[in-house]
């Protein structure tokens, strides 16, 4: 059975809060603002594509063609966002140095560096593919990638 309150003094002003008994606002926590805080939680988890991060993503094609061999892929960087252009890149430099400085030097080569977007293309074997899915502080996801052609 639900009750319902038949008015509260302090309501009746259009966006009065009800006060405690020192004059302080009277603060109730409601399941749906429970609700509310966890959805906004789990949304700022979610990747442009939909994917969660809470974890490192690795594309099931690269764990493919690392088993026969050497693969390009990219690795997204894990890089704090900064309003001003020069840090940003300073920022990407750093997450890239330090992927680059744990990947054993036989077993990865640099394809390219950039320095606008938090990636990195390399060519990589499966001894750098273990390498890389220990760097979840770094790395968010490595993708294999294919040159596609216009339809």
């Known amino acids: 059975m639900i009750r319902i309150r038949k008015s509260w003094p302090s309501l009746h002003r259009v966006g009065a809060v009800p006060k405690r008994a020192g004059g302080q606002p009277e603060i109730r926590i409601t399941r749906t603002a429970i609700l509310a ?14 994917i969660a991060s809470a974890g490192l993503i690795i594309d099931p094609d ?19 966002e900064s309003g001003d252009e ?13 992927v680059l400085s744990r990947l054993p030097p036989s077993h990865a080569s ?16 499966a001894t750098a593919l273990l ?7 770094v790395v968010i996801a490595v993708k294999s990638d294919r040159t596609m052609t216009p339809q």
């Open 110 to 125: 640099v394809v390219r560096r950039y320095t606008s977007i938090p990636m990195l293309a390399l060519e990589i074997d």
């Open 37 to 50: 805080l966890v959805i906004s939680q789990l949304a700022s988890f979610i990747l442009p594509d939909g």
């Open 131 to 137: 390498a890389l899915e220990a760097m979840a502080d």
């Open 62 to 80: 690269v764990r493919q063609l690392v088993r026969a061999g050497r693969a390009r892929v990219l690795v997204m960087l894990q890089v704090g």
């Open 86 to 98: 020069a840090q940003r890149a300073d920022a990407i430099g750093r997450a890239q140095d330090t």
